[in-house]
């Protein structure tokens, strides 16, 4: 039943930072444990981040010391910043509740350049 839209996306320079957010609608944001995926150009969707209903978190290799993850349930909010962004880190970013089925939203893409 849960509903969920990105924002935050944008151009940035290697080294930079930048926010995302996803705001869920619908009930059980607060019971569930949250993701953000990433899909690189002519890449396969790959897990980035995801976090516990506890606050307790997991990150991919390539963004840990890098990325953090939250969520802010009385907002219904999930959030990644994202620093010292690297040109790989381009992407099309994701959010859904984590190994949940179902169709993909239209995430919000990210840019780095050199």
């Known amino acids: 039943q849960v509903q969920l839209v990105e924002s935050g996306g944008g151009l940035v320079q290697a080294g930079g930072s930048l926010r995302l957010s996803c705001v869920a609608s619908g009930s059980g944001f607060s019971i569930n444990a949250m993701a953000w995926y990433r899909q690189a150009p002519g890449k396969g969707r790959d897990l980035v981040a995801a976090i516990t209903s506890g606050g307790s978190t997991k990150y991919a290799d390539s963004v840990k010391g890098r990325f953090t993850i939250s969520r802010d349930n009385a907002k219904n909010t999930l959030y990644l910043q994202m620093n010292r962004l690297k040109p790989e880190d381009t992407a099309v970013y994701y959010c859904?509740?984590?190994?949940?089925?179902?169709?993909w939203g239209q995430g919000t893409l990210v840019t780095v350049s050199s």
């Open positions: 859904k509740i984590f190994r949940a089925l179902g169709a």
